[in-house]
């Protein structure tokens, strides 16, 4: 679920439900009040836009195992056997 | 579920469809002509379209800078990696008034100086004119909304806009879209009318797997951005032109992204070689622009065993280092940089692997001439739908600005129409409610998995023929024709997703007519029956336009 909400710091004034870009947000009103619900997590675009925007900082956002950044911490060294390739 | 049409008659002398860069100068410079201007936007301006978090680099020509002398910068351009796509006249009028956009940005907050004074920098070859200017836009959607909501224009958000209206002479006359605010219970269309309309709305991402094609939204462009102005201005008879050339960005491999030129570092390989010749030590003033030159570089490596491609920071001075990651958050890059903190990459040791995404539809899309005008009258498009012009988010404002400033003319030889009682509201919605009246059916993103696999196998980079093209295109057809009996739609949002994915299937079968006529092979469009380049076709470029309902012609026509 790629943004999260901290519950104890959010005031549900529903401004990243209407900035998301992908809709992916909303105010919902259940039996324990109104919150934001993460509506259809797989179409985030983990844009930041609800983190930049939120008042309050409430929002986090998740980056899923899905796009993990590629980093190499070892390289061979230089001058390698490249008649090899 | 049922489906309301909006009762409210909403017209206005301009509609402007996707409240983006382009859609939102266009509003602005309409209004201040007099023109009464409602932008229809799928999201919220405020934070939409490929520039919704920020930009750092705005494609101008500065005479004070430059010097009187422009060629030297439309030569630069058009040998760029996108230019040899586009009418060198169009480029001639969006350089000449580019720098008065810079500013009127300016002019509205957005921070065009970020280090004091005028700087370019990025996507420049060692030794050749810079004419990217470096500039921090993170807020240039806030900015640029609060600009046109203070000249009057009306903004209507979470309002994609499903097709446009016509007079029966085939002039536009305003547009229907699908309300996806949550707080209306059923899902509503809302006709608009309008004397003219300039559609805004942006790329066609998702016609091609991804990265990782099991996440369809991890693309570098918006994920929002469907080809629908190209689809619908194809539908209403305008000509789009170049969908056969494949286009593809790079960046980090599973990590889609844009800001490949924020990058101050150097592609290499494993073995620490360079992969391309132009630079051995990056700096902030010239990064290696391997990516942008040889397009195809990453692909070619993984293949022939030589990959993968890092991107080699480390030996970045560390100011430099310092200044990349705040290019990042001006170029809307944040989550990028977050992404990179969380995960414990230290750029300053280690590499990220960079790949070459998925092709897509920018700069690719209608043919406008000088003005921004589609060959239907009362038509305009402006930013990366734009077929035979394209400079990322400056030309998209640029054009903006003359798309609205002839609307503004036109609009005054025009009455009103009215659209409420138009047969194409009412076609529009009996689609639309069938969709949303299936108790079971097909999900979008079947269909648009699916796409994206006939897209690859049968239109792909690696290979293109006449009879893989002539199969995909019957496999489209008939997807197409399954979808239109099988999708289901449980709301608003999954309707605005369906008509997304039809968009896209109908852009899928316009370009393999056009792969299929563009008969020799160029840049990444590589047919296997015609492995040639023919000098005959150099400069040509390739038209489509709807013949009959069920037909399409092309053509060629020699660049301008």
Redesign the interface.
Known sequence: MPPVINPETCTVCGKC???????IL??TNSGSGKSIAV??P????????C???CPVQAVE?R??L????????T??????H?EN? | MSLNIQQKNYACDVLVVGGGIGGLMAAIRAAEKGASVIVAE???T????SG??GNDHFLCYSPAYHGENMEPIVKEVITSLYGRWQDISLVRKFLARSFDVVNDWESYGINMRPKGGWLFQGHALPGRPVFHLKYDG?EQKPLLTKKARSLGVTIL??LPICDLLQNPDGSVCGAVGLS?A?EHNTPELVPIAAKAVILTAGNASRLYPGV?P??????AH???NTGSGQAMAFRAGAKLINLEIPYTHAG????ARCGKATWIGVLRD????TVGPFITKPTRELGDITSDIWNSVFREKMN???G?S?MDCTKTAAEDLDYMRWGFACE?D??LV???D??G?DLS?????FTAYEPMFIGRGIEVDENGASCVPGLYAAGDLVGNFRADIAGAAVFGVFAAEHAAEYIKQNTLPNTGQSPSVAECAEELETFLARKTGAHWKEANSLLQQVMHDYAGLEVRSESLLSTGLEYLRKLEKRCRAELRAANA?EL?RCLEVLDLIQLGQLLMHCALERKESRGLHKRADYTFTNPLLDDMFLTIQQNTSQSVKTAFRERT
């Open positions: 439900a209407s900035i998301c870009p992908m809709d909303a105010v509506l259809y797989e179409e985030c675009w983990h844009c930041n836009a983190v930049l925007d956002l980056h899923p899905s796009h993990m950044l590629l980093s190499v911490d390289l061979a060294p230089a001058h390698d490249e390739i | 799928k999201a919220d405020r934070r939409s379209g919704a978090t993170r958000n979470k996806i949550h990782n099991a996440y369809l939204f991890n693309v918006s994920p929002a980090p491999k599973f990590f494993y073995k620490q070689k022939n065993g030589t993968p890092l809307g944040s989550s977050d992404a990179l969380k995960t990459i040791k280690q590499m990220v692997e949002h605005m």
